[in-house]
């Protein structure tokens, strides 16, 4: 049972990391220091897209799950998990190509409109 709830765990801060990847730079309007957190995320994150890796959370849950007498699953987190929400079934390389420009384009917005704030003054102060 322990296993099981290790690997429950695991998939919670594997989702939370994705969550905080996607729009953790939010988080900078209102503590600065969180961008030396957050952009090392968006850059391991988007290589991890790019180059097809798999992250080292998805072996280490599998061997949880297989710990627990689950059956474990093959692929990534993202393909396990999330793209049969957010996309038919398969991730290929045209899939994981757009969700790495997503991250980007996201996190772009986000550092843009805080650096203009800073630079040109925001009037909600």
Not at 1 to 17: G, K, W
Not at 27 to 49: C, D, G, S, T
Not at 70 to 98: C, K, N, R, W
């Amino acid at each position: 049972m322990s296993y099981r709830i290790a690997a429950d765990l695991l998939v919670v801060l594997h989702f939370s990391f994705i969550v905080f990847v996607v729009l953790g730079g939010l988080l900078a309007f209102k503590w600065r220091r969180v961008m030396f957190l957050h952009l090392p995320a968006v850059i391991w994150a988007v290589l991890l897209e790019l180059n097809s890796w798999i992250c080292p959370l998805t072996p280490w849950e599998q061997q949880l799950r297989q710990g627990a007498g689950e059956a474990g699953y093959t692929g990534s987190f993202i393909a396990h998990y999330l793209m049969p929400v957010l996309y038919p079934p398969g991730l290929d390389e045209p899939a994981q190509l757009m969700l790495a420009v997503a991250v980007i384009l996201i996190n772009l917005l986000i550092y843009g409109w805080l650096l203009g704030r800073r630079v040109f003054g925001s009037p909600l102060r």
